[in-house]
């Protein structure tokens, strides 16, 4: 029992230090991928060709001086980005591994619990701060995620009926011939779009709102809180990029296309952010609520009958 108590928190613990790498790694291919967008560079100073930027950018954050608002409520100020980062991570254990260390039947029910307590830790950063701008940003997350969260549920239980399990190692098993993002194009879309507004990435990207809002329910952090929010989007970024592959490109963890696959969803995610401009607000709740919504149904009720 102590062994493979051993081997689950081994398991875990090398799981979050890749996230890590890769959560770094991804910042730095982000800022890259604009710098050639906007035909300049991009980070090309700190080491060779600039690959060790992510490091630099660590060490300034986490060694700045953090300032709290004088008239936050601290303790939730305080603890909002820690469990927004400590979210992002725990929601790894529901990856397809093969070996079964830490894979188990009933991974959807984590994923939707943890994206789902997520809006918490939103609205209570923006809430704890005091500053009408944060509220706004927090508001606006937490409408916003509500509503693509049901459409992300309908889809995810579309493809269960259609396989008949709820293990994700079966996703792979069942695209071994032929991919789902074939079979249900339309879902993969309503999926790909959902993510986007479910990690806050543009063009839904009304929570940081720059022009209004100041950067949104983020914006009374500095140093270590401000980071530890940053690194739990773009951890929620990673993970997201890792479900679409497992959902509808059919690959499993052990391969090397698993991989490839997952930085080309990542770079997607970039791409999106360099190429679309804002979503009026009111038409992002109109494309949840009149157009996903639909879709999802409509597939979920086919697979269903099938």
């Given at each position: 029992m102590s062994i493979m108590l051993f081997m689950y928190s081994l398991s875990l613990l090398l799981v979050i230090v890749f996230v890590m790498v890769g959560v770094a790694f991804l910042t730095l291919m982000e800022r890259k991928v604009f710098g050639y967008m906007q035909i300049r560079?991009?980070?090309?100073?700190?080491?060779?060709?600039?690959?060790?930027?992510?490091?630099?950018?660590?060490?300034?954050?986490?060694?700045?001086?953090?300032?709290?608002?004088?008239?936050?409520?601290?303790?939730?100020?305080?603890?909002?980005?820690?469990?927004?980062?400590?979210?992002?991570?725990?929601?790894?254990?529901?990856?397809?591994?093969?070996?079964?260390?830490?894979?188990?039947?009933?991974?959807?029910y984590i994923f939707l619990c943890c994206i789902s307590l997520g809006v918490y830790t939103v609205l209570c950063a923006g809430w704890s701060s005091n500053s009408k701008y944060a509220l706004l940003g927090g508001l606006r997350a937490v409408a916003q995620t509500i509503s693509y969260e049901v459409s992300l549920a309908l889809i995810l239980m579309s493809l269960i009926f259609l396989i008949g399990s709820f293990n994700f190692v079966d996703f792979t098993l069942y695209q071994k011939y032929v991919w789902f993002i074939l079979m249900s194009f339309p879902l993969c879309l309503c999926w790909l779009a959902s993510c986007l507004a479910e990690t806050n990435r543009t063009p839904f990207d009304f929570a940081e709102g720059e022009s209004e809002l100041v950067s949104g329910f983020n914006v009374e952090y500095s140093?270590?809180?401000?980071?530890?929010?940053?690194?739990?989007?773009?951890?929620?970024?990673?993970?997201?990029?890792?479900?679409?592959?497992?959902?509808?490109?059919?690959?499993?963890?052990?391969?090397?296309?698993?991989?490839?696959?997952?930085?080309?969803?990542?770079?997607?995610?970039?791409?999106?952010?360099?190429?679309?401009?804002?979503?009026?607000?009111?038409?992002?709740?109109?494309?949840?609520?009149?157009?996903?919504?639909?879709?999802?149904?409509?597939?979920?009720?086919?697979?269903?009958?099938?």
């Amino acid at each position: 029992m102590s062994i493979m108590l051993f081997m689950y928190s081994l398991s875990l613990l090398l799981v979050i230090v890749f996230v890590m790498v890769g959560v770094a790694f991804l910042t730095l291919m982000e800022r890259k991928v604009f710098g050639y967008m906007q035909i300049r560079k991009g980070p090309n100073k700190v080491g060779v060709c600039g690959i060790l930027q992510p490091l630099a950018d660590a060490a300034k954050l986490f060694t700045k001086e953090q300032t709290f608002p004088l008239h936050s409520n601290y303790l939730p100020y305080y603890f909002s980005p820690v469990f927004t980062l400590f979210l992002s991570l725990i929601v790894w254990m529901v990856v397809p591994y093969s070996v079964n260390m830490i894979n188990f039947s009933w991974g959807h029910y984590i994923f939707l619990c943890c994206i789902s307590l997520g809006v918490y830790t939103v609205l209570c950063a923006g809430w704890s701060s005091n500053s009408k701008y944060a509220l706004l940003g927090g508001l606006r997350a937490v409408a916003q995620t509500i509503s693509y969260e049901v459409s992300l549920a309908l889809i995810l239980m579309s493809l269960i009926f259609l396989i008949g399990s709820f293990n994700f190692v079966d996703f792979t098993l069942y695209q071994k011939y032929v991919w789902f993002i074939l079979m249900s194009f339309p879902l993969c879309l309503c999926w790909l779009a959902s993510c986007l507004a479910e990690t806050n990435r543009t063009p839904f990207d009304f929570a940081e709102g720059e022009s209004e809002l100041v950067s949104g329910f983020n914006v009374e952090y500095s140093s270590g809180g401000f980071a530890l929010i940053f690194l739990g989007e773009y951890a929620s970024i990673l993970f997201m990029s890792m479900l679409f592959v497992v959902l509808f490109l059919g690959a499993a963890p052990t391969s090397v296309m698993f991989y490839i696959k997952l930085v080309f969803i990542s770079f997607v995610f970039v791409w999106v952010r360099g190429t679309q401009p804002r979503y009026r607000y009111d038409k992002l709740m109109y494309l949840a609520w009149k157009s996903f919504l639909p879709v999802s149904l409509n597939y979920l009720i086919f697979f269903s009958w099938t």
